[in-house]
C-alpha cells in the first residue's frame, strides 16, 4: 500500500514563528502536492513538486515555501506564521506522468495547523 | 486559468439515487477524478475519467463529457456510510491537480 506519512497531526504555533510540515512518501512518486483546506473553500493547492528540486507555485504560494531535496520528502515552510494560516494542510503524492495521462493521488492525514 | 463548480450541499434518503454534478473549465485538461472524504479524514480516490463516457464501479459511476466540460458521479443504492464530502478535482497535462469545493452529501434513513 502507497503511504504518505505526514509528520504531525496537530500542530500549535505563534505568530512569527517559522514552521515546517513535513510530508514522507514511500512509493517512488514523482509529483507531490501541498493543500490547504478550509470550510467552504476546498482544497486549494499551495505548491507542488514534479521532481527533486523542481517546483511550481499553485494558486496561493504566498507566504509560502518548499523544498524537495530528495524525492521522498516533500516539506511546506511558513516563513512567518500568520493567524491566517490556520488550517489543515494536506500533502498528496503521486506518480509522474510526463503529461501523457494522469493517475491516482494519494493523501496523507493531514496536519491541523493552528497559529496563536 | 481554471474554474471548477460543484453544488455545497446535498440530500438524500438512504437506498435512493443521487448524482453529484461538477463543471470545470481549464486549459490542459488531462483527466477528472473524483475523491471522497469523510469528515476529519484524508480524501480517497473513487475514479477517473479521461475520455468521454461513463464508467462504472460498482455502486458508484461517473461520467465526463468533454466538450461540455461537465462531469458527474452517481452512487446507486445509498448507504448511511456514504454520507461524505465528494470533491472534484482536474487533472492537467503539466501534472498539476486542482480541486473544487467539493459537496457535502447528507444520507438520511
Partial sequence: DVKVTQSSRYLVKRTGEKVFLECVQDMDHENM????QDPGLGLRLIYFSYDVKMKEKGDIPEGYSVSREKKERFSLILESASTNQTSMYLCASQVGTGGGGNTEAFFGQGTR???V | GQNIDQPTEMTATEGAIVQINCTYQTSGFNGLFWY?????????????????????????????????????????????????SYLCAVGHNTDKLIFGTGTRLQVFP
Fill in chain 1, 33 to 36: 502536492f501541498w493543500y490547504r
Fill in chain 1, 113 to 115: 495547523l493552528t497559529v
Fill in chain 2, 36 to 84: 471522497q472524504q469523510h469528515a476529519g479524514e484524508a480524501p480517497t480516490f473513487l475514479s477517473y475519467n479521461v475520455l468521454d463516457g461513463l464508467e462504472e464501479k460498482g455502486r458508484f459511476s461517473s461520467f465526463l463529457s468533454r466538450s461540455k466540460g461537465y462531469s458527474y458521479l452517481l452512487l446507486k443504492e445509498l448507504q448511511m456510510k456514504d454520507s461524505a
